[in-house]
Nanobody
Framework: VQLQASGGGLVQAGGYLRLSCAASGRTFTNFYMGWFRQAPGKEREFVARIAWNTGNVDYADSVKGRFTISRDNAKNTVYLQMNSLKPEDTAFYYC????????????WGQGTLVTVSS
């Protein structure tokens, strides 16, 4: 199983980026796909998740209204559209996959760095 995250970069405050997470190695139809982030010196935190089969989504309060998670079944890819970026959004962003009955995420991709300048 491989989760390949990409799309990070440097952007000014108020700008936007779209992160991608390409999933391979198995079928993720019944999985939950999540995005997490970790800023320097801080703990990893939940950002957003999507149920692959139903499309149901959930967001951290800090990103609601600014970030949108989505998936493309044909490409086996999950996206995180990030708008109105703030300096406090600066972090490594990780995608992850969780089996339906699992209490924790089972697979993790490598991080992609998002830097938001003020």
């Amino acid at each position: 199983v491989q989760l390949q995250a990409s799309g990070g970069g440097l952007v000014q405050a108020g700008g936007y980026l779209r992160l991608s997470c390409a999933a391979s190695g198995r079928t993720f139809t019944n999985f939950y796909m999540g995005w997490f982030r970790q800023a320097p010196g801080k703990e990893r935190e939940f950002v957003a998740r999507i149920a692959w089969n139903t499309g149901n989504v959930d967001y951290a309060d800090s990103v609601k209204g600014r970030f949108t998670i989505s998936r493309d079944n044909a490409k086996n890819t999950v996206y995180l559209q990030m708008n109105s970026l703030k300096p406090e959004d600066t972090a490594f962003y990780y995608c992850a996959a969780r089996r339906p009955m699992s209490s924790s995420y089972n697979y993790w991709g490598q991080g992609t760095l998002v830097t938001v300048s003020s």
